[in-house]
């Protein structure tokens, strides 16, 4: 079983910025793919970013993209979420997540693909 721990997250105004960690327990976290997803009080949750396991794929939602920035440093087995220029529209829980199996530059989105989640970290940003 492998494990996924959040850190980051936390409160800030409009147009500032955080960074959100992901650490695998994996001992070989170059085998698997990481996304991130966000849920809305009272919503689904719904996919925000993606890397493959090469880390030469990455794909953003569209409310995103040119915003947050995803990455991973399979040495430290943490993968990370840069938010920059932070909405109120960006305000949710985010959790982060994991799986095997996937080929080196496969891309998932959906989560359903993915099996293993972080516990989830909230992010609220104010007017």
């Known amino acids: 079983q492998v494990e996924l721990v959040q850190s980051g997250g936390g409160l800030v105004q409009a147009g500032g910025n955080l960074t959100l960690s992901c650490t695998t327990s994996?001992?070989?976290?170059?085998?698997?793919?990481f996304g991130w997803f966000r849920q809305y009080t009272g919503k689904e949750r719904e996919w925000v970013s993606s890397?493959?396991?090469?880390?030469?794929?990455?794909e953003y939602t569209d409310s995103v993209k040119g915003r947050f920035l995803i990455s991973r440093d399979d040495a430290k087995k943490t993968v990370y979420l840069l938010m920059n220029s932070l909405t109120p529209e960006d305000t949710a829980m985010y959790y982060c997540?994991?799986?095997?199996?996937?080929?080196?530059?496969?891309?998932?989105?959906?989560?359903?693909?993915?099996?293993?989640w972080g516990q989830g970290t909230q992010v609220t940003v104010s007017p």
């Open positions: 994996t001992r070989y976290p170059d085998l698997y793919p």
């Open positions: 997540a994991s799986d095997r199996g996937r080929a080196y530059d496969e891309m998932i989105t959906s989560p359903r693909e993915f099996e293993f």
């Open positions: 890397i493959s396991r090469s880390g030469d794929v990455k």
